[in-house]
Each structure stands twice: as C-alpha cells, then as structure tokens.
C-alpha cells in the first residue's frame, strides 16, 4: 500500500500563510483529499483534488483562503492555507482513493481508503 506522509510548519499567527504537502511513496493514480480534526470536535472535509488535478473542491469554511495543487512527478499535492484563522488549529490529514474518473472529487470521508498520520497546524490569535 502506499504510504502518505504530510508534513508543514506547525505554528503560526493569524492571518499567516501555511502550506501543507502530502507526499506518496509512490506514484499514485488516485483523488486526493484534506480533511481536519480539532480537538474534541469530528474529522471534516477540507479539500480535494481529482485525479488528474484538475479539478477542486473546498468546504465553505476554507474557500477563497486555501488552494490545492498536485505536482505527479514528485508525487506530492499541496494545500496551501492562506489568511489563517484560529479556528483552523486541527490535526490535518491527507487521504486518497482511487475514481475511475479523472474528474471526480471525492469529499466523504469514508470513501478514503488511505490516510496519513497527521500533521498539527495551530493558529494563534
């Protein structure tokens, strides 16, 4: 199975910008997701990309402030987390599965098959 690894600076202020990159052992033909967990609280959907990156799809609470991008050759998607509120301090992980679509986003968590281990990211105020 592949394994997918996230990594970013953990700490910051808000307003800062963060950018979170989840990199695959291997090449990997499958969508990409970014989901968060805060304390106490359910992991939520973030982000995700399709297959083919082209295609995008960002929960309400991050649009117009996060991105995504998918670099194949270093099989590593990004999400770049700009304008940094406090409540976006979560534990962040990246997922994949696969889509026979090249166009599909994928925004269920259970309809991820592989995850990463988390990475902290907390903002403060």
């Known amino acids: 199975q592949v394994q997918l690894e996230e990594s970013g600076v953990g700490l910051v202020q808000a307003g800062d910008s963060l950018r979170l990159s989840c990199a695959a052992s291997?090449?990997?033909?499958?969508?990409v997701g970014w989901f968060r967990q805060a304390t106490g609280k359910e992991r939520e959907f973030v982000a995700g990309?399709?297959?083919?990156?082209?295609?995008?799809k960002f929960d309400d609470s991050v649009k117009g402030r996060f991105s995504l991008s998918r670099d194949t050759w270093r099989n590593t998607v990004y999400l770049q987390m700009n304008s940094l509120k406090p409540e976006d301090t979560a534990v962040y992980y990246c997922?994949?599965?696969?889509?026979?679509?090249?166009?599909?986003?994928?925004?269920?968590?259970?309809?991820?098959?592989?995850w990463g281990q988390g990475t902290q990211v907390t903002v403060s105020s």
């Open positions: 990309i399709s297959k083919s990156g082209r295609f995008t």
């Open positions: 291997s090449r990997t033909h499958y969508a």
């Open positions: 997922a994949t599965t696969w889509t026979q679509s090249q166009m599909t986003v994928v925004d269920g968590l259970n309809e991820y098959t592989n």
